[in-house]
């Protein structure tokens, strides 16, 4: 199966489990792997035959930069199910960082794969 993905998309958001935490606002960073046929979009060279992923960062983006969850684990789950169910999306790999969160760091966060990677081989 082809793969669809979305690099380095930051989005600022209230996420975090410390009293400081829910009042600022921090950059996320997301990595998205998404399972999709892009032989029919390759043959048709028409954007409606694709997984957009201008609307899949749209969509994300509308929803991240106005949740207020405590854990990346949680945000990222959401997000997940967002891409499966709206955009039919099978399987997606979905890397979700929190640049700086930890001194000494340069991110940290959770990579979450969800649903059924189908195999063409
Ligand atoms: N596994 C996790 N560990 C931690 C989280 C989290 O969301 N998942 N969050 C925090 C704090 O919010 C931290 O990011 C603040 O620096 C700590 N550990």
């Known amino acids: ?3 669809v993905f979305i690099e380095d ?8 489990i410390y009293d400081w935490e829910r009042r600022v606002r921090q950059t996320l ?12 979009p390759a043959a048709s060279d028409n954007i409606a035959d694709t997984l957009n992923y201008k609307d899949v960062s ?3 983006m509308d ?18 199910a967002i891409i499966r169910e ?3 999306v099978s399987w997606v790999r979905l890397k979700l960082s929190k640049p700086g969160a930890v001194r000494g760091s340069k ?3 959770v990579r979450i794969e969800r649903g059924d ?4 081989d």
């Open 1 to 3: 199966m082809d793969i």
């Open 9 to 16: 998309l930051r989005i600022d958001a209230v996420i975090g």
């Open 29 to 40: 960073s997301f990595d998205i792997e998404m399972a999709f046929d892009n032989t029919k």
């Open 58 to 60: 749209k969509r994300l």
């Open 63 to 80: 929803f991240v930069g106005s949740s207020s969850f405590g854990l990346v684990e949680t945000l990222a789950e959401h997000c997940a």
């Open 86 to 88: 709206e955009f039919g």
């Open 107 to 109: 991110a940290v966060g």
């Open 117 to 120: 990677r189908l195999r063409s």
